[in-house]
């Protein structure tokens, strides 16, 4: 299978990369300099010359593959526009083909809304989106119209590795002897996935497919904010301090893309775990703050 992946460099695509390469499926990047076609061959991928905001130049490639997986995104002013005009083209380019095309694209939890009455968020909760973000969900009504494609919207929850995200951030702020700054309380819940165990629902996403799927993709349904704090404390021996962070003044609010740690969430992985056979390796905060938290 030759499978064509953009943003195959950062923290999501990399490790869907090396996940796909270690089941030999044929990879192909998309890479706008020769710092990401470096990185995409010592994951052993090949690379494409192109840019997001060039799709011209690359969605023929694309469209010609078996699957496409979709997780890059510019995270500028102009992200939603080059994320919307990318993904037409691409389905664009996908009505010449025999069989339609299959795509996974990477939504987020942050398309849905806060927790109410303590229930859970699943893929049927109609989204709420954050500003930032609300131009997912138009990209993914785009891809649903018509019958060229076989659509897949992945939702991770907060995504977590050594290097990234809420665990590594905690982790940092601890070893320097600062506190941890988050727009989030104590109390805020959220939802986390390590992201091999993430990587490896890509994989099984696209060899389930289906004309139209949607999974939310998370190992811990949800964790409060200071509960996490405290398990990282433990790890390491001495208290993490827990400091609000205001939202930027000087931003916009549909480039306030930290906005979503302020939301309490609390999700149902059931479907996911359904649909494709998925079983989370790192499924316990435990296993969790032990792998990332050194």
């Known amino acids: 299978m030759d499978v064509f992946v953009t943003g195959g460099t950062g923290c999501i ?5 090396k996940k796909l390469v270690r089941e030999d499926l044929r990879v192909i990047g998309l890479a706008r300099s020769d710092a990401a076609t470096e990185k995409l061959r010592a994951l052993g991928a090949s690379a494409y010359p192109g840019d997001l905001r060039s799709p011209d130049s690359w969605v ?5 593959c078996d699957a496409v997986i979709h997780t890059g995104a510019t995270f500028t002013e102009d992200m939603g526009r080059v994320d919307r005009q990318s993904m037409l083209a691409l389905k664009q380019a996908a009505k ?28 049927k909760t109609p989204f709420a989106p954050l500003p930032a973000f609300r ?3 138009e990209t993914i009504r785009t891809l649903s119209h018509g019958t060229d494609l076989n659509l897949t919207v992945v ?20 070893k320097a002897g600062e506190p941890f ?19 490896t629902l890509y994989l099984l996403a696209i060899r389930n497919a289906r004309f139209r799927m949607s999974l939310i993709a998370g190992s811990i349904p949800g964790i409060s904010v200071g509960h996490l704090a405290s398990h990282i404390s433990a790890r390491h021996g001495r208290p993490l301090e827990l400091a609000s962070a205001p939202a930027p003044q000087e931003s916009a609010v549909d480039q306030d893309w930290a906005a ?14 359904r649909a494709t056979g998925w079983r989370p390796e790192l499924s316990t905060i435990e296993d969790l703050v032990v792998t990332l938290s050194r």
């Open 96 to 123: 010449h083909r025999k069989q339609p095309l299959q795509i996974v694209y990477t939504g987020g939890i942050w398309l849905y809304p806060a927790s109410q009455d303590d229930k859970v968020i699943t893929e």
């Open 13 to 17: 695509g990399s490790a869907v990369v």
């Open 260 to 273: 979503g740690y302020a939301l309490s969430q609390r999700i149902d992985v059931s479907h996911a775990q």
């Open 60 to 64: 023929s490639r694309a469209a010609s």
């Open 155 to 174: 939702h991770p929850a907060l995504v977590c590795s050594q290097s990234a995200g809420p665990i590594a951030d905690m982790t940092r702020a601890l």
């Open 181 to 199: 700054e988050t727009r989030a309380t104590a109390s805020t819940i959220w939802p986390l996935i390590e992201v091999g165990d993430l990587a």
């Open 135 to 137: 131009f997912m969900s």
